[in-house]
Nanobody
């Protein structure tokens, strides 16, 4: 499975961005998709995740502002980010659980396929 993120950029505080994650390869073996972020000098933080049936989970820091969605037919996954804050600045990654049972989790070590990341910068 290969994952490619896009849609990052620079916005002002209060702005919006939509990140996309294109999956290719044996996508039928993907059971969970997660979005993570990592700011300089900090650990990788789980932001949101979604599983096949559409159930989602969010980190408290983004609840009500971020929305994760999927288009299974196109193997595309999205992270809509609204009301962005400077503290949302980070490299954002999508990740998949491949070949293992589905879990709706935000721990990065539970995901075994990763994209290269896309940078999001929010200025005040």
């Amino acid at each position: 499975v290969q994952l490619v993120e896009s849609g990052g950029g620079s916005v002002q505080s209060g702005g919006s961005l939509r990140l996309s994650c294109a999956a290719s390869g044996v996508t039928s073996s993907m059971y969970s998709i997660g979005w993570f972020r990592q700011a300089p000098g900090k650990g990788r933080e789980g932001v949101a995740a979604i599983i096949e049936d559409g159930r989602t989970i969010y980190a408290d820091s983004v609840k009500g502002r971020f929305t994760v969605s999927q288009d299974n037919a196109k193997s595309m996954y999205y992270l809509q980010m609204n009301s962005l804050k400077p503290e949302d600045t980070a490299m954002y990654y999508c990740a998949a659980r491949v070949g293992v049972f589905r879990l709706l989790v935000l721990e990065h070590y539970r995901y075994n396929a990763w994209g290269q990341g896309t940078q999001v910068t929010v200025s005040s």
